[in-house]
């Protein structure tokens, strides 16, 4: 009797030996699948083209006479891009833009709902291109502002006269959105950012 428990501890014991060999296995591939199934994203510094040349393809896919009025610069896909938007009196332009070639990817132009033609809305979001700090400033002065980290994504456009730039800037896990004058490079808000779409 006592042979017969000795035996069957033994067999439980191996059993246990072997039955935790295929988990660490299993968890092995689990990690490798993981890593092959993200395709590596762009990062900031794949971003070459600038913001002028940016809106400057703005100008030449319509006119040089058209005003900014917004403008981001995100990752769509894997990769950067940016979203230019202009207006004159008559009508609202965009373009999109890829941030590392400059190719105009999209285009389009339409016509200014009544109530904003002849000037109006022109008046209200129209953003001086020459005034502008650099983006590369502006995101030094807002990874500075939260203590480190990196860029990720940004906007800018005019809001109760106010033109400011909206980065995002990530830390880790924690992503902080600062708000900043980008005519002057004050910093006028930093909060915490729940946006979860942020690649």
Known sequence: MKRLGILFVSVLVLAGCQASKPKQQVHQ??????QTSHPTAASP???KVSVKTAISRLHQQF???????ELSLERENGQYRYEVAGLDNTYD???VVDARSGKVLHHEKARLDHDETAGVARKHKAIEVRRLKDLKQISAIATQ?????????????????????EVKVRDGQQTQEVAVNAYTGKVMTVQPDDDEDDD
């Open 63 to 69: 006119n040089d006479q058209i005003s900014l009025s």
């Open 93 to 95: 332009y965009e373009v």
């Open 145 to 165: 502002k939260v203590g480190g980290g990196s860029a990720v994504k940004w906007s800018l456009e005019r809001e109760h006269d106010q033109v400011q730039w």
């Open 29 to 34: 591939s689990n990690q490798t699948e993981q």
């Open 45 to 47: 510094k794949t971003i």
